[in-house]
């Protein structure tokens, strides 16, 4: 049994491109494991992989790590990009306040335990980002050794501060994912809030027409006139009794469509009707009765974003426009400087203005073609923004000035998040640049942070066991602390202070620790997605300052 183990260790070192794929697949393996409720997630799954190769003297690259760590902090910046200025002109003092305090506390913990356990450099690091399981201030701290932002203490080596970075959160993360996972559900109980109630008061307070114009609420129906009183009514009356407005009619009679407006209604045309869904219960089924519709494949509907360009629509308004009338198509939204803009038919459009409308492809497309540009999500990528924002961003990271000795900059982790926010906010504004495919997003914030953590747990693997030996029980303790403490005094602070709504302040802590897998019990727990909007709050502010805290706790 020791040949055979023996010869695979010799194969895999031997084969270390294999390795790096085996402990990703293994990772998500042990991430899938599941306990009660909850699963470790692919993080800690690929974590524990990576400690147990790394025990076994598997490394893998600084420079393949670097690379996953671009990847990873470039496109968290670019996701919240958009939702970082929204927060900005809304609630953004009362998010970011939270956000501050939460990192703070956090911060000032980690300090503390680092000093009174007399913790060997770097591990303080290590404590801070596994107890907020922040995987950006662990990369934060990294990068500030790496760049030589920080001086190395006496005696130390970058590899060695870098290996007590990893250990410590190793020990930490765990527990950390755990303890907040298991706060966050259990609070609620204890303070006896109803976080589903909550979620759904929250709803119906501010508005359910807010949701009525969203894709999954419009409907495509259709109708037999049966009422013969619309035969009398003229279009104007028409308009005023049984239109919304916003809702694309067509008639049909015998075999073709005709134009209401010239012709009226008769008892037994079928209208078609493309609208939502509550518009069709209330209005149309009261003078028609649903009849099982003929669809051909122009009937199909799609939703895409259409950018005002053409100097003959410009300064006109929606009314002249008539997309209902003239395209056959419905209006969804209407957006400037990247802003919800409420609209009627009066509202005069503006250069850049980003229609989104739903209806025939083909006619989506004429629309574009004539209105301005046509913005799809395709699958393409922007490769060429994607490596620019990235080069762009360890250039910032570069930068820095010198205070009192000190040298003080962004580092890379700060100079990619400044690149993809301001990428990801120009998107917003104008679809047609930076196209990054959220399925690509996805790709590549997963296979970036998991590259990442894939050595983050090999180095820390070899010396893993001696930390537990001598500073496991209370480094562990310590990590708890940092991982409760801050979201006690974050609800406190947020409901007592900042008057944060009891439906949003829970997601709106697990945003301020930038932990997705909390957020996913927290939006359980109130049966409603309600709660992501206070994540995002503070998730967009929580990202910069944690990579600020974890280049900070450098110096502790």
Same mark, same amino acid.
């Given at each position: 049994m020791d040949t055979i183990s023996q010869s695979l260790l010799t194969f895999l070192h031997a084969h270390l491109d294999l390795t790096f794929f085996l402990v990703? %697949?293994?990772?998500?393996?042990?991430?899938?494991?599941?306990?009660?409720?909850v699963s470790l997630g692919s993080v800690a799954g690929v974590l524990f992989a990576g400690l147990i190769f790394g025990y076994f003297g598997f490394k893998i690259s600084s420079a393949a790590q670097m690379i996953g760590f671009s990847l990873f902090i470039f496109s968290v910046g670019y996701q919240a990009g958009p939702?970082? $200025?929204? /927060?900005?002109?809304?609630?953004?003092?009362?998010?970011?306040?939270?956000?501050?305090? $939460?990192?703070?506390?956090?911060?000032?913990?980690?300090?503390?335990?680092?000093?009174?356990?007399?913790?060997?450099?770097?591990? &303080?690091? %290590?404590? *801070? &980002?596994?107890?907020? =399981? @922040?995987?950006? !201030?662990?990369?934060?701290?990294?990068?500030?050794v790496q760049s030589g932002t920080v001086s190395l203490p006496e005696g130390w080596s970058k590899e060695q501060l870098i290996e007590n970075m990893s250990m410590g959160y190793a020990v930490t993360y765990i527990f950390g994912l755990v303890g907040l996972i298991m706060v966050i559900q259990y609070l609620p109980k204890i303070l006896g809030i109803d976080p589903a109630k909550e979620a759904a008061e929250f709803a119906s307070g501010n508005g359910e027409e807010s949701k009525a114009f969203f894709p999954e609420n419009i409907v495509l129906r259709a109708y037999r006139v049966t009422d013969p009183k619309l035969e009398s009514m003229t279009l104007d009356e028409l308009r005023e009794h049984y239109w919304d407005r916003r809702s694309v009619v067509k008639v049909k009679r015998g075999n073709s469509f005709i134009p209401v407006d010239e012709e009226g209604l008769k008892v037994g045309d079928v209208i078609v009707v493309l609208g939502p869904r509550k518009y069709v219960a209330?209005?149309?089924?009261? /003078?028609?009765?649903?009849?099982?519709?003929?669809?051909?494949?122009?009937?199909?509907q799609d939703t895409a974003q259409i950018i005002v360009e053409n100097s003959d629509v410009v300064g006109h308004t929606l009314g002249e426009l008539a997309i209902h009338r003239r395209f056959g198509l419905m209006l969804m939204d209407v957006r400037r400087n990247g802003k919800h803009?409420?609209?009627?038919?009066?509202?005069?459009?503006?250069?850049?203005?980003? *229609? !989104?409308?739903?209806?025939?492809?083909?006619?989506?497309?004429?629309?574009?073609?004539?209105?301005?540009?046509?913005? +799809?999500?395709?699958?393409e990528t922007d490769m060429i923004t994607l490596a620019f924002?990235?080069? $762009?961003?360890?250039?910032?990271?570069?930068?820095?000035?010198?205070?009192? %000795?000190? &040298?003080?900059?962004?580092?890379?982790?700060?100079? *990619?998040?400044? &690149?993809?926010?301001?990428?990801?906010?120009? +998107?917003?504004?104008?679809? =047609?640049?930076?196209?990054?495919?959220?399925? =690509?997003?996805?790709?590549?914030?997963?296979?970036?942070?998991?590259?990442?953590?894939?050595? /983050?747990?090999?180095?820390?693997g070899s010396g893993? *066991?001696?930390?537990?030996?001598?500073?496991?029980? @209370?480094?562990?303790?310590?990590?708890?602390?940092?991982?409760?403490?801050?979201?006690?005094?974050?609800?406190f602070f947020g409901r007592k202070v900042l008057h944060i709504s009891p439906a949003l302040i829970f997601g709106a802590i697990t945003g301020a620790m930038t932990s997705g897998a909390a957020l996913s019990v927290v939006i359980k727990n109130a049966k409603s997605p309600?709660?992501?909007?206070?994540? =995002?709050?503070?998730?967009?502010?929580?990202?910069?300052?944690?990579?600020?805290?974890?280049?900070?706790?450098?110096?502790f």
């Open positions: 990703l %697949g293994v990772g998500y393996l042990i991430g899938n494991i599941r306990m009660g409720p939702g970082f $200025v929204a /927060v900005l002109k809304q609630d953004g003092l009362k998010y970011f306040a939270l956000a501050v305090v $939460v990192a703070t506390t956090g911060f000032l913990i980690a300090a503390l335990w680092a000093y009174f356990l007399k913790l060997p450099p770097g591990m &303080s690091a %290590g404590l *801070l &980002s596994g107890g907020l =399981t @922040s995987s950006p !201030t662990l990369a934060a701290a990294q990068d500030a209330e209005q149309i089924s009261k /003078v028609a009765e649903e009849i099982a519709p003929d669809w051909t494949s122009e009937d199909v803009l409420e609209y009627d038919e009066t509202t005069v459009l503006k250069k850049n203005d980003i *229609l !989104t409308v739903m209806g025939p492809p083909h006619q989506i497309e004429a629309m574009g073609e004539y209105v301005g540009h046509l913005a +799809r999500e395709g699958a924002g990235i080069v $762009v961003g360890l250039f910032i990271g570069t930068l820095s000035v010198t205070v009192g %000795g000190l &040298s003080i900059g962004l580092g890379s982790a700060g100079g *990619l998040l400044v &690149s993809g926010l301001f990428i990801g906010y120009r +998107r917003s504004m104008r679809p =047609t640049f930076g196209q990054l495919p959220e399925a =690509t997003r996805w790709f590549l914030m997963e296979f970036g942070l998991l590259l990442f953590m894939a050595g /983050v747990g090999m180095r820390a893993i *066991l001696d930390t537990i030996a001598q500073n496991g029980t @209370s480094l562990i303790f310590a990590g708890i602390c940092v991982t409760v403490i801050p979201i006690l005094v974050g609800y309600v709660p992501a909007l206070g994540y =995002t709050g503070t998730y967009a502010f929580a990202n910069v300052l944690l990579v600020i805290a974890g280049s900070l706790i450098m110096l």
